[in-house]
Every structure is written in C-alpha cells, then in structure tokens.
C-alpha cells in the first residue's frame, strides 16, 4: 500500500518540496556553517519524496542542549516558514476525504519541518 501511496504522491507533486529541500540542502552544504542545516533538509527532502511507511519520531529532539539551540536556529532562520507550507497544505488536503492520507503526511513532515536535529526517521 506504501508503494502505491507514493508513487501517488510523487505523480501529484510531493516531488516539487523534495526538490527544493534538496536543492537547499546542496547550497548550505557548500558553506561550513550550513553543512549541520543541509544534512536537515537532506532529511527532509527523502521524506518529503516518498512519505508513506515512514514514521517520524521527534522525541529525542530535545535530549541536549545542543540540539535544542539548533532547532531554536533552524526555527529562526526558515523553519517555521516551512511548518506553516505543511500546515496549510495538510489542512487544504483534510478538506476531502480522499485526501485524507496526503494530509496525514504533510502533519507527518510538519513535525519533521519544526524539530529536525535529533529527530529520527524509521
């Protein structure tokens, strides 16, 4: 069912946010500075492509202190622009019900969008 669910999603457009994570990522790795962030968004971005049978967990993502100060950056610096993307779009997708399980997925990737340093993906 996984299988079908993402090639669903990749058909009507969950390429597009996994492509500009992707992208994002490849320009804040070509900084020092950026490599922790880009290694996020590479998170991201392999979520965001295929979704279904993944699950996020985000109950590490304030184990230590330097994972909470990152995630503080990461939600100063565009994290949270990309929580609101996933919010609206999950809440557009719940109207219908057969968008009921793409909906699920972009509240699935909000999490990740908002606390992605010790964040894990099963």
């Not at 962030?37 to 049978?53: D, E, H, R, W």
């Amino acid at each position: 069912m996984s299988i079908i669910g993402n090639l669903l999603w990749i058909v009507l457009g969950g390429f597009v946010p996994a492509l500009f994570y992707l992208l994002g990522g490849i320009v804040l790795c070509l900084t020092v500075v950026g490599i922790p962030f880009g290694v996020q968004l590479f998170k991201l971005a392999i979520v965001s492509l295929v979704p279904f049978g993944r699950t996020v967990d985000t109950t590490g993502s304030a184990d230590n202190l330097l994972s909470i100060l990152m995630n503080v950056l990461w939600w100063v610096f565009g994290g949270v622009e990309a929580a609101v993307a996933h919010l609206v779009l999950g809440v557009l997708f719940a109207i219908t019900i057969i968008g009921l399980p793409f909906a699920k997925q972009h509240f699935k990737l909000l999490r990740l969008s908002l606390v992605p340093f010790g964040a894990r993906i099963d």
